[in-house]
């Protein structure tokens, strides 16, 4: 639905997008993770057509950007960082503006009830924007996105500012709206991603550092895979049971939880499945396991670690 290639943009001297490439498909809610000024807001504003590339294409549904820019841009619905309301207007009377600007060819009432019954703002169709609380803003600004049902939305940060209330409904409305159309989600908010997407992809330095699964991106990184263990034994005997277990690559103790139990991480090679042999081998040595469970690195973590190990790298 969405193909990236060779993006690049430049301001002067500076890099702001660095030879990226990326595909989104049909259905899919893509989560563009990074720090502030990553590169996350350039790149959308070039899918949008809003600012050209200096080098690289974008294709939205077979239609190239620069060769075909209006084509593109009617596949597309929008919600900027601030969206961009005329507060003085009533809610339907801007809907019904941004309708005509869209030049939508849908029937015109029913469409506009349609959009903001889906985004749930009929009950402040006749209020001023300027009046709304910034969530009833906010969702106006996704009923202008929507309007034509464009294949393809592009939400940069949609979330800031909101009270916590605010971004549970916002992030239940992004799902939803994932069943219908391809969703590409900007945000430098590990919780909001992990929440929303099924896939992320994370950019430092307006380069990709990961593009993963959301469930697979800590795995991905670190390469192998980690267990905790809370085990009642002598330090020694422990230690000497899990590091003849077959995959093992890595022991070390975190801390004591009490004056016989310690906390372990053990890390192992993905391909091997070791919870079975580390049981056995544990109870072999007349210790208990009193706990066991993934001790893979959280999201933050990971998305972390990536940023920190792209900064490294630069000169």
């Known amino acids: 639905m969405v193909e990236v290639k ?18 989104v498909e049909s259905g899919e809610v893509l989560g563009f993770l990074g720090p502030n000024g990553a590169g996350k807001s350039t790149t959308m504003n070039i899918i949008t057509g809003y600012i050209s ?34 507060v003085e207007m009533t809610v339907r009377k801007y809907l019904e503006f941004m309708f005509n600007l869209k030049k939508v060819k849908l029937p015109k009432a029913e469409h506009i009830d349609e959009v903001m019954r889906l985004v749930k703002i009929t009950d402040v169709s006749e209020r001023l924007i300027k009046n709304l609380s910034k969530g009833y803003r906010q969702r106006v600004g996704f009923a202008q996105a929507l309007l034509g049902n464009p294949p393809v939305l592009i939400l940069d940060e949609p979330t800031v500012g909101l009270d916590p209330k ?37 950019i430092s330095n307006g380069k990709i550092v990961a593009d993963a699964k959301t469930e697979e991106l800590s795995s991905s ?9 809370d085990i009642e034994g002598a330090q020694s005997t422990v230690l000497g049971a899990l590091k003849v277990i077959p995959g093992v690559l890595k022991i070390r103790k975190t801390r004591d939880i009490s004056e016989d139990v310690s906390r372990y991480i053990v890390e192992y090679k993905k391909e091997i499945d070791i919870r079975k042999n580390v049981f056995n081998a ?3 040595a007349d210790c208990v396991i009193l706990n066991m469970q993934s001790g893979n690195e959280t999201l933050e973590e990971s998305f972390l670690k990536l940023v920190s190990e792209d900064q490294r790298g630069e000169v």
Do not use: M, W
Not at 8 to 16: F, L, N, P, Q, S
Not at 221 to 229: F, P, Q, R, V
């Open 53 to 86: 590339s200096s080098s690289g294409t974008v294709t939205v549904d077979g239609a190239e950007i620069l060769q075909d820019p209006k084509a593109v841009k009617s596949k597309i619905g929008y919600l900027p960082e601030i969206p961009p309301l005329y």
């Open 6 to 23: 060779n993006l690049t943009k430049r301001y002067g001297k500076t890099t702001a997008v660095d030879d990226i490439s990326f595909t």
């Open 282 to 284: 544990v109870a072999s």
């Open 166 to 202: 605010q971004i549970i409904e916002i992030r239940k409305l992004i799902r939803s709206l994932g069943k219908k159309h391809t969703v590409i989600f900007s945000s430098h908010v590990l919780s909001e991603v992990s929440a929303t997407c099924d896939r992320i992809i994370v």
């Open 221 to 229: 990184i670190s390469g192998d895979e980690k267990l905790s263990l």
